[in-house]
């Protein structure tokens, strides 16, 4: 239909200072630095679209995925968004390598659909729940602040806590024994962010059991590439093991169920866009294995696409989505309503249902 072609595309870069650093196994954020497209159709409907490059995990900076976005302004002019499937086959085909500015278009295409057939994107994706409760991640601190934050969380509500692990093994145990005393009535799920060696993470699970803690999930404990170390890991534990890195592609996923080196599979649109992320999480339900969706440093543009593919399809057993930013310091407003520890959405806002502040 001629009122859903594309007659503008702008791009602009999304820079926001984090109230404190964020550090991983691979490494430490001090700032968002994503980028943001926004496609206007004839019909006067904007859809919206965000990439939340991470250089450690999907090899993309904010550069890139601009110079990007960019290149495919005139490739999008006067493409109709109900056809963003044969789109995204087609950015797939020349811009292999870049999902994360990929993601970001096919966001704003299926945004604009959405908003275009006056119904909410998750309704559009099956509507299988309109609530979700995420976790909340406890970064690589020092014990005092870990056993704090936990203490703060589970005030707020939050039933499950994750934290990262993967720099050093004695403090990551200190760190988990904090958290436990900070947070008994929790559950914890640990993600590594491929720190570990097969036989260290072993040991750290040992470790821990030793301690009396049994996470609830262990997520990507060895290199990316390693699914025989993975596979290690997994047949020396009763702790499930998730696939994080080791997925970007429905192809890795067929690899990860070939292989049987984990439990669970962790979707995070930054490292499969939209439509890859439906085909994997439909590879990992037919393999029987559960699912897990996970976030980058996102505003509540991305954050609640991601919410809304979680409800849309359901059933996730592990929800990673928790908001980094001060909703003052967000760009956007509206989306799904947020109150701690839970997502809400609603049939009233079509699309993902944010707007520009």
Known sequence: MESLSIKKVSIEAVNIKLDAP????????????????SIELENGIEGFGEAAPLEPIN???????????????????????????????????????QVTA???????????????????????????????????????????????????LAGKGYRVLKTKVGKSLSEDIDRLLAIKEGAPGCGITLDANQGY????????????????????????????????????????????????????????????????????????????????????????????????IGCMLETKLALGCAVHLAAGLGGFSFIDLDPHLNPDEDPFGGGPAFTDPVYQLSDDSPGIGVFRK
């Open 197 to 292: 060696s097969p036989p260290d993470a072993v040991h750290f699970l040992e470790e821990l059991k030793s301690n009396n803690i049994r996470p609830l999930l262990f997520e990507q404990p060895v290199v990316k590439h390693d699914l025989p170390g993975m596979r290690f890991v997994k047949d020396h534990t009763s702790v499930p093991v998730g696939a994080d890195e080791s997925v970007f592609t429905s192809a890795d996923a067929i690899n990860i169920v070939r292989s049987g080196c984990a439990d669970v599979i962790n979707i995070k649109l930054m490292k499969s866009g939209i439509i890859e992320a439906l085909d994997i999480a439909a590879i990992a339900r037919s393999a029987n294995m559960k699912l897990m």
């Open 102 to 152: 990929r993601c970001a278009i096919e966001m704003a295409l299926l945004d604009a659909f959405t908003k275009s057939l006056n119904l909410p994107f998750y309704k559009f994706l099956g509507g299988s729940e309109n609530i979700i409760e995420t976790d909340y991640t406890v970064d690589i601190v020092s014990p005092p602040v870990a056993k704090k934050n936990a203490a703060k």
């Open 22 to 37: 964020f550090t991983i196994a691979i490494g430490t954020k001090y700032n968002i630095e994503n980028a943001l497209i």
């Open 59 to 97: 090899g993309e900076n904010q550069a890139t995925v601009l110079a990007t976005l960019h290149s495919c302004k005139d490739f999008l002019i006067g493409k109709s968004v109900s056809d963003y499937r044969n789109i995204s086959r087609h950015l797939k085909t020349v811009f292999w390598a």
